[in-house]
């Protein structure tokens, strides 16, 4: 098992900055990618961004050249970088790992979130 922890989120206002911390724990050698998912009210989870063990990263086109995931091993630490932030970005946003003895996939493991708000 593999336990996720985020924090770092708030209220900012549009323009500003935050950083999204996610602690991971537990069994971590057999976390295979992990990335950050997003939900607003009254939609759907969307992937932000993702980071494998190659360190590629991949991301929502909506978040491209503002938003930087990377990934600490030394602190068992995934961040998000958030700059240049809109009101549209207001969500509640989750970390997420993949286990290569499970299906692989993003949504292996579920942190419980952390609610970032951008007042316009």
């Known amino acids: 098992q593999v336990q996720l922890v985020e924090s770092g989120g708030g209220l900012v206002q549009a323009g500003g900055s935050l950083r999204l911390s996610c602690a991971y724990s537990g069994s971590i050698l057999r976390i295979s990618a992990m990335g950050w998912y997003r939900q607003a009210p009254g939609k759907q989870r969307e992937l932000v961004a993702s980071?494998?063990?190659?360190?590629?990263?991949n991301y929502a086109d909506s978040v491209k050249g503002r938003f930087t995931i990377s990934l600490n091993n030394a602190r068992n630490t995934l961040y998000l970088q958030m700059n240049s932030l809109k009101p549209e970005d207001t969500a509640v946003y989750y970390c997420?790992?993949?286990?290569?003895?499970?299906?692989?996939?993003?949504?292996?493991?579920w942190g419980r979130g952390t609610q970032v708000t951008v007042s316009s």
């Open positions: 997420a790992a993949a286990d290569g003895r499970l299906t692989g996939r993003l949504g292996d493991y």
């Open positions: 980071i494998a063990s190659s360190d590629s990263t």
